[in-house]
């Protein structure tokens, strides 16, 4: 079946380290892939996203690329600041056949000043 | 403008009581959906309407009960519900079902059950 793995978290960094978030996945077929945020109190914001093979998602300094050979999707970014700090959910959705996104458990990321 | 509201932002209510959670986006999405999230813990897929009908119910307990009016409403109405509901439910759209359409997530409903 499909699935999503996460790194363990929690994730505590110093402000300005590198960060680096696994994902790996279970599909069939060319899943897109995508990063949600949550920060404390919110819904999910998309953080970005990648729909084929080789792609490369960015924003707001994170990037993410879509690894078919590995079936990964690490979400990287070189500095993190405080604000960083909420949990990061990797998600995939099929091919075709239907609507529903796989969500992975999320790792919480925690900045220090 | 990728927005979704969602009202009320907290809800408390009794085991007894009937309550609805309300969800809008003028993005012209005809895919909607609603979540369901523990803390600590991802959403969970509940329900999933496109083009006004009801396509995916994960097996939900029919205390909870969707509506989706027009295609920019969507209700979640609540009756008779027990403590271990309570939780955050999110609400989302979508342009379609195709897949590389990105889900728009709403802040969320607050739900306490006492």
């Known amino acids: 079946g499909n699935s999503v793995t996460q790194m363990e978290g929690p994730v505590t960094l110093s402000e300005e380290a590198f960060l680096t978030i696994n994902c790996t996945y279970t599909a069939t077929g060319y899943p897109s892939l995508f990063w949600y945020v949550q920060y404390p109190g919110e819904g999910l914001q998309l953080l970005l996203k990648?729909?084929?093979?080789?792609d490369k998602g960015s924003n707001k300094g994170f990037e993410a690329t879509y690894r078919k050979e590995t079936t990964s999707f690490h979400l990287e970014k070189g500095s993190v600041q405080v604000s960083d700090s909420a949990v990061y959910f990797c998600?995939?959705?099929?091919?075709?056949?239907?609507?529903?996104?796989?969500f992975g458990t999320g790792t919480r990321l925690k900045v220090l000043a | 403008d990728t927005e979704v509201t969602q009202t009320p932002k907290h809800l408390v209510m009794g085991m007894t009581n009937k309550k609805s959670l309300k969800c809008e986006q003028h993005?012209?999405?005809?895919?909607m959906y609603w979540y369901k999230q523990k803390a600590k813990k991802p959403p969970e897929l509940m329900f999933v309407y496109s083009y006004e009908k009801l396509s995916i119910n994960e097996s939900v307990p029919s205390r909870f009960s969707p509506e989706c009016p027009n295609s920019s409403l969507l209700n979640l109405h609540l009756h008779a519900l027990q403590p271990e509901d309570s939780a955050l439910y999110l609400c989302?759209?979508?342009?379609?079902?195709?897949?590389?359409?990105?889900?728009?997530f709403g802040p969320g409903t607050r739900l306490t059950v006492l």
């Open positions: 989302a759209s979508s342009h379609t079902s195709g897949s590389t359409d990105t889900q728009y």
């Open positions: 990648a729909t084929k093979a080789d």
């Open positions: 993005m012209g999405h005809r895919a």
């Open positions: 998600a995939l959705r099929r091919a075709s056949g239907t609507y529903k996104y796989i």
